[in-house]
């Protein structure tokens, strides 16, 4: 499995080659930054990633569940307004953009990425409605309670994913171990 870091990009490129691909139904490579992704400096505080020196809270003021879930800014990466061709680009919900160089080259981390360079309305983007919820049994959604909140989104996305391609409509707890078995040795 690929996993391209601080390339966001990427994911535009595999919509127009490969639009059915199962990387696309997550937020795999997508820019993670505040998503299920951020700092601690070693003065404790929180920043969205190691590129993006804004500060989103600190340690010494607040609990990491309260910044992570109510932090301004973390909020408006999650939810992003993008402006300039971020904003215009048809492949914004798949890519964004990296916020970090955004930051870096215009001061603004919800500005455009300025190293793509793609020019937004040139193609169209694949429909990629979310499907339906899966059912998951009590002990499965038990199971994923265990782990961490910053990261259950991506976990239980991967496993429905895996859930789908495996023709499973429910999620049990030997559903979830053979998913983990099958990404561990990827």
């Known amino acids: ?5 601080c390339a966001p990009t990427f994911r535009r490129i595999l919509a127009q080659k490969k639009p059915n ?3 696309l139904r997550s937020d795999v490579a997508n820019c993670l930054a505040g998503k299920s992704y951020c700092r ?3 003065d404790g505080n929180v920043t969205p990633c190691p590129y993006l020196p804004l500060v989103a809270g600190s340690l010494r003021k607040s609990s990491f569940r309260e910044i992570w879930e109510s ?3 973390l909020n408006s990466l999650r939810n992003p307004s993008l402006r300039g061709r971020c904003g215009l680009c048809e ?3 798949l890519c964004g953009g990296c916020r970090a160089r955004a930051f870096a080259l215009s001061g603004d981390p919800l500005g455009e990425d300025s190293w793509c ?3 937004p309305g040139t193609a169209k983007a694949p429909d990629l409605a979310r499907e339906a919820p899966m059912a998951w049994t ?4 038990s199971r994923l309670q265990r782990v961490p909140f910053f990261v259950r989104g991506m976990v239980r996305a ?3 994913a895996f859930a789908r391609q495996e023709g499973s409509s429910t999620i049990t707890l030997e559903l979830m171990t053979e998913a983990r078995q099958r990404m561990m040795k990827g």
């Open 1 to 5: 499995m690929v996993r391209p870091c």
């Open 21 to 23: 691909s199962i990387l």
């Open 40 to 42: 601690i400096t070693p």
């Open 71 to 73: 932090s301004p800014l």
């Open 91 to 93: 492949f914004k919900n």
């Open 117 to 119: 360079t793609y020019v």
């Open 138 to 141: 009590p002990e499965a959604e």
């Open 158 to 160: 991967a496993v429905e």
